[in-house]
């Protein structure tokens, strides 16, 4: 089956114009977990839903940043007035579900690469 | 603060030779360590991922040896070949899995 989307696979913003980032699911994933990667690193934890609910919004660097789930499948993460600091790969990932006691893998999608000028 | 260490950041191997890198870790409440491993251009790939109860994990080519009392974790690659070139990271996640985080990444360079 078709794996985890994203969309765009790149962009370039201005330094202060606000971008979205969508990530499309695998179907009947009810996890979703936002990473941003940064040139040479590895992921860094940002956000996770649980269908339509934000869980833990922990990594979420600053408060210009933003993402939602408003019907449980597509998510969107939103960076209000980008500064060229916000410049990464921002990495989607999906799992069935999150369960106490069970480990579920997650997959990745091919990220969206961010260049802020 | 990092809360997964990986070494070596790169790493050069001639086919068929043993790849071997090394993660440690400080939080003794993480109890999944998976690797992934990541194509340019592409998203990381889970590879192979084991918990704290065993000490190793075989899958083909691939084995994790964990030392739980060390709290490190490696991966070994036997008969490393070319196509196994990309960037290898590691990982760690406490039962609720809600997280993972991963180490900084080593990119195998097998040469033909």
């Known amino acids: 089956g078709a794996g985890v989307s994203q969309s765009p696979r790149y962009k370039v913003a201005k330094r202060g114009q606000d971008v979205a980032l969508r990530c499309d699911p695998i179907s009947g994933h009810v996890s979703l977990f936002w990473y941003q990667q940064a040139l040479g690193q590895g992921p860094e934890f940002l956000t996770y839903f649980q269908n339509e609910a934000q869980l833990d919004k922990s990594g979420l660097p600053s408060d210009r940043f933003f993402a939602e789930r408003p019907e449980g499948s597509v998510s969107t993460l939103k960076i209000q007035r980008t500064q060229q600091e916000d410049s990464a790969v921002y990495l989607c990932a999906s799992s069935l579900r999150v369960l106490a006691g069970r480990w579920e893998t997650q997959y990745f999608g091919p990220g969206t690469r961010l260049l802020v000028l | 603060q990092q809360q997964v260490k990986q070494s070596p950041q790169s790493l050069i191997v001639q086919k068929g030779g043993i790849s071997i890198i090394n993660c440690a870790y400080e939080n003794t409440a993480f109890d999944y360590f998976p690797w992934y491993q990541q194509f340019p251009g592409k998203g990381p790939a889970l590879l192979i991922a084991?918990?704290?109860?065993?000490s190793e994990k075989k899958e083909g080519r691939f084995t994790i040896s964990f030392n739980k009392s060390a709290k490190q974790f490696s991966l070994h690659i036997m008969d490393s070949q070319p196509g196994d070139s990309a960037t290898y990271f590691c990982?760690?996640?406490?039962?609720?899995?809600?997280?993972?985080?991963f180490g900084s990444g080593t990119k195998l360079n097998v040469k033909p």
């Open positions: 084991i918990r704290p109860d065993v």
């Open positions: 990982a760690a996640s406490i039962r609720n899995f809600n997280k993972f985080y």
